[in-house]
């Protein structure tokens, strides 16, 4: 049983990743990624996770499997380091049996896996609710900053899909259940959707 969950920021994906983890009994991964190429290459995590938020997409001329350009700057050689840890890395957990794993294109990564797709999305008062709820005590964004890192983030996340395949970021046909947060409590609805998970699996 694999799982994927894209999101919009904002929108409680990482959250519905931790409690349909805790649900089914199965790991999640999420910044454990991050963590774990760091902690193998000697990178800082702040590093990595810049890396690949906003310059991995930049380091692919086509996409993945297509011959890259010979002149890279450092920052491009180190996306490329970071972007085939990261594949390896997801690979890696796929295989190791059922798991969560959140955002990275890991169901475009893990196509031959089969795995379930769920893409999670609110309304842009929704996301803002939440990015302020869970914000760092020492992060104070107004709602206009909020606002343009929510677009950027997402964008980039569109960006980086964009160099992996041909299907779009966010659009209902490449996934199997997208989930509106808005006005909910992803606590309330974790039930129902693992009851469709299961019945999915059932299916397959």
Not at 59 to 81: C, D, L, R, S, W
Not at 89 to 95: D, H, S
Not at 167 to 178: A, D, I, M, R, V
Request: proline share 2%; net charge negative.
């Amino acid at each position: 049983m694999i799982i994927t969950i894209s999101r919009e920021f904002g929108s409680g994906g990482r959250e519905l990743g931790k409690r349909l983890s805790d649900a089914l009994g199965i790991p999640c991964y999420d910044k454990e990624i991050i963590a774990l190429i760091a902690k193998e290459n000697g990178f800082d995590e702040n590093y990595v996770a810049h890396i690949s938020e906003k310059k991995i997409q930049a380091a692919y001329p086509f996409t993945i499997g297509h011959q890259f350009t010979t002149a890279m700057n450092h920052v491009t050689e180190q996306a490329i380091k970071i972007a085939a840890e990261q594949h390896k890395i997801i690979e890696q957990f796929a295989a190791q049996g059922s798991c969560i794993i959140v955002g990275r294109c890991a169901d475009v990564i893990l196509e031959a896996y089969s795995p379930f797709n769920i893409f999670v999305y609110a309304s842009k008062e929704a996301k803002l609710l939440r990015c302020e709820e869970y914000s760092p005590a020492d992060e104070r964004l107004t709602n206009a900053e909020l606002e343009l890192k929510m677009r950027e983030v997402d964008k980039n996340r569109a960006a980086y899909r964009k160099f992996l395949t041909d299907t779009k970021w966010g659009e209902k046909e490449n996934y199997h259940l997208c989930i509106n947060t808005t006005g909910m409590e992803i606590k309330q609805i974790v039930p129902h959707i693992v009851a469709y998970i299961g019945e999915w699996f059932k299916k397959e």
